[in-house]
């Protein structure tokens, strides 16, 4: 129980395209998504909190124009870098709980490059 | 302001060779200290979960504690397959649900 998947697992984009990221709960319905960002050899930054159906609560220093994030449903949250740059580059992995439960489970992962 | 520091932060041992892992912590009100696994470009794996001091909680060769300061993660007897970065985080009262992670402890265990 308690599966979360990323997709894409990689992709590789030119500077200045957007990107798209899926998270997905699989066997529970998710009332919270996180989204992190992790460089190399460094922890998890936690970049956003969405709630289903709400806007999504981003970190100070997180900019919300650039990093699109809908969580529509309660087993779907997107992540959109929009206008990527080589600086966005990075590690990104979503989490997702439910109601009443602290537990995160996380992703995968998803690799972003972008050229 | 919540904070998680981990010590050491890399640890190299020899298969069966028993140590731990540190994580000491401060934050306004405990919900919730969570230990992962985390193997290179994965996501972090749930480990534990410790909700108040004097908790433990055991996964086969792991062993997880917690007191009002710090949380031990013990590994007994380690085996190469246990070679990954533990990441131990906390959930306070304030920012429901967030996490605040420490910057993980590197373990390689050698045959």
């Known amino acids: 129980g308690a599966v979360v998947s990323q997709h894409p697992s990689w992709v590789i984009c030119k500077s200045g395209t957007s990107v798209k990221i899926e998270c997905r709960s699989l066997d529970f319905q998710a009332t919270t998504m996180f989204w992190y960002r992790q460089f190399p050899k460094q922890s998890l930054m936690l970049m956003a909190t969405?709630?289903?159906?709400?806007?999504?609560?981003?970190e100070q220093g997180v900019e919300k124009d650039k990093f699109l994030i809908n969580h529509a449903s309660l087993t779907l949250s997107t992540l959109t870098v929009t206008s990527a740059h080589p600086e966005d580059s990075s590690f990104y992995i979503c989490s997702a709980t439910t109601s009443g439960r602290e537990t995160q489970y996380f992703g995968p992962g998803t690799r972003l490059l972008v050229l | 302001e919540d904070q998680v520091t981990q010590s050491p932060e890399a640890l190299r041992l020899q298969e069966g060779e028993s140590s731990s892992l540190n994580c000491s912590y401060t934050v306004s009100g405990l919900r919730g200290l969570f230990w992962y696994r985390q193997d290179p470009g994965k996501g972090p794996e749930f480990l534990f979960t410790l909700y108040s001091a004097g908790e433990e909680k055991e996964k086969e060769r792991l062993k997880a504690t917690l007191t009002k300061k710090e949380s031990f993660l013990h590994i007994t007897a380690p085996k190469p397959e246990d070679s990954a970065t533990y990441l131990c985080a906390v959930q306070g009262t304030v920012g429901y649900n967030k996490l605040i992670f420490g910057a993980g402890t590197r373990l390689a265990v050698h045959p």
């Open positions: 969405s709630n289903e159906g709400s806007k999504a609560t981003y």
